[in-house]
């Protein structure tokens, strides 16, 4: 396999060749949970909230510099941001969509579809008159989240009708909860359905009702 360039595909745009690939990138990945205390625990439980949306991070290096010869004893080069303005403006609204471009970042197996987010400029080599020819641009992306695509994939769902359940050993109310509604916090609409003050006041053998949200 030959040389690739690294390249950004623009929406509605031209797509941009990156100069020089990138020596390293990094993707980084998460969740968020949040501690819920629970009525006669003694420590919190972690309970999911969402997914954090994927980030890619990276430094592109821009150089227009040309350095001195025999031929032409003075060194020179155009000035660096003609190229990297074309990165900037991908942090810009476009006038067609009312909003900045989705962007691809394409590297051989890479693909990461996007937007950018932030981009950090640092102009590290200068001509005498003063104009840049060598910067580093510090770019962030953060992937498009398809909701749509996220909600046929792992669809939410709530329940729509009232049930019933026994209580057996060990059951606890925000179990139930966190069973039948996805969050332990819903204990409290079970309690209050079945006119129960102390949510530790439940036996085996109850039937508990689990009302519809």
């Known amino acids: 396999m030959g040389f690739v360039k690294a390249m950004l595909l623009v929406e509605e745009g031209l797509p941009i060749i990156i100069q020089f690939n990138p020596k390293e990138y990094s993707v980084s990945n998460g969740v968020k949970y949040s501690e819920k205390s629970i009525p006669g625990q003694e420590g919190a439980i972690l309970q999911f909230v969402a997914g954090e949306t994927p980030t890619l991070t990276m430094n592109l290096l821009f150089d227009t510099y040309i350095p001195p010869t ?34 691809t970042f394409l590297w051989g197996s890479v693909t990461f579809k996007g937007v950018v987010t932030s981009v950090k400029q640092q102009f590290t080599m200068f001509l005498p008159i003063g ?42 109310l925000w179990r139930l909860a966190e069973a039948e509604y996805g969050s332990a916090d819903q204990w409290r609409v079970i309690a209050k359905a079945n006119g ?11 039937v508990i009702k689990l009302p519809a949200l």
């Open 70 to 103: 025999m031929e032409i004893p003075v060194e020179g080069g155009i000035d660096v941001t003609l190229l990297t303005r074309q990165v900037i403006a991908l942090t810009h609204i476009k006038g067609t969509l009312h909003r900045p471009p989705m962007v």
């Open 196 to 206: 129960i003050c102390n949510p530790l006041d439940i036996y085996p053998g109850q």
């Open 131 to 172: 104009i840049p020819v060598r910067a580093k641009l510090d770019v962030t992306f953060k992937s498009v989240n398809q909701t749509d695509f996220l909600r046929l994939m792992t669809p939410l769902e709530s329940p729509d009708r009232t049930k019933f359940r026994t209580i057996k050993e060990g059951d606890q």
